[in-house]
């Protein structure tokens, strides 16, 4: 608690100085411990905190030429950069804990904008140490193309407390370029205060700000449905009424990128009903249009007396993964109710 203490007394110290000349900003937002997405395939069935867990504060030293463009439901705190050379975005989202699938993040975004996944000894050589919050992270970047347009990312990461916290600079290289080295002071900055501080310790930061609401869904849950606890990286899960002893469950996760796209998540969903993959011929016949979004599918899978339904929704900037999951009288009787679940804005 000590060492704690004095690394806030010294952000703050750092923003009151800076203020005069630079206009920065110091920060403190109330924001939920989790709000954790989760890979839809193969989700561990581990419960998470209930939605009203104690959250901690996000404090931080805003640079000058930020602009606060506040919290989404899954981005705890977001940012517009505007510059004669173009705009950027930085966005701050906690996910559970990936310590140890370092691999697996990076690749993650390199799919995101074209790239190959990185070999297993290549990974040393893309992770850059960077102090964040007066802790260790790590960085990388990327670049490449989307929707037609070069993208160019630079993502820095840290793990602490069971949580994964990502912190994301994107936009045209000339704007990167130039912002970079103000994104690294950034971090250093950044402070995560557990639930429960003393007051006078978050006040040495900066008088709190009104506490920003914790995300709700927004969606209508099917008639019958039972809410059960989320699983690790898992945003919800229900249960679905049982018909003659065949039983189902609906599993909701989130992503910031399509996880490796269509084809990879089908063939993942497929190994867990013992069904071999198949190729982009193959896939074709398993995925129809869903018209909830531009690019959203639904999967329909079966094996015997187990069957998925599997949909995957693009959101602004979010991948949401959705599956219905169990023996095959089960799902069968909660596909339609599955498919308008879907289809409602979460």
């Not at 080295?181 to 008088?207: H, M, N, Q």
């Amino acid at each position: 608690m000590i060492r704690r203490t004095h690394l806030t007394t010294l952000a703050a110290a750092t923003a009151l100085a800076a203020a005069g000349c630079d206009r920065e900003e110091i920060r403190v937002y109330s924001v939920a411990k989790e709000t954790a997405p989760a890979p839809a395939p193969g989700a561990s069935s581990a419960p998470t905190p209930a939605a009203n867990t104690p959250r901690p504060q996000l404090a931080y030293t805003l640079p000058a030429g930020w602009q606060d463009a506040g919290p989404t439901a899954m981005s705890l705190a977001n940012f517009r950069i505007k510059t004669d050379a173009g705009e950027a975005s930085v966005n701050i989202t906690p996910l559970a804990s990936m310590a140890g699938q370092e691999a697996i993040v990076v690749n993650m975004w390199r799919e995101q904008v074209g790239q190959k996944p990185l070999a297993d000894g290549e990974l040393a050589g893309a992770l850059t140490p960077v102090e964040i919050g007066g802790a260790p992270g790590q960085l990388f970047e990327i670049s490449g193309q989307r929707d037609g347009q070069t993208v160019r990312i630079i993502t820095a990461f840290a793990h602490r407390d069971g949580a994964s916290w990502f912190y994301k600079l994107q936009g045209p290289d000339a704007v990167l370029t130039a912002q970079k080295p103000v994104f690294v002071e950034f971090l250093k900055t950044v402070r995560i205060k557990e639930a429960g501080a003393p007051a006078a310790e978050v006040a040495k930061v900066a008088a709190p700000a009104a506490a920003e609401p914790e995300p709700e869904f927004k969606w209508k849950v099917p008639e019958g449905w039972q809410t059960l606890p989320a699983g690790q990286m898992q945003v919800a899960k229900f249960g679905v009424p049982a018909r003659d002893g065949a039983k189902a469950e609906v599993f909701v996760s989130v992503f910031p990128s399509d996880t490796g796209g269509a084809l990879a998540n089908v063939n993942r969903w497929r190994r867990q009903l013992g069904l071999e993959p198949v190729d982009d011929a193959g896939l074709k016949a398993l995925v129809a249009p869903l018209d909830t979004a531009p690019g959203a599918i639904l999967v329909d899978l079966k094996n015997d007396a187990r069957a998925m339904l599997g949909a995957i929704v693009p959101r602004g900037e979010r991948w949401w993964f959705y599956k219905l999951m169990g023996d095959t009288a089960a799902v069968t009787a909660e596909r339609e109710a599955f498919i308008r679940f879907v289809q409602t804005a979460p």
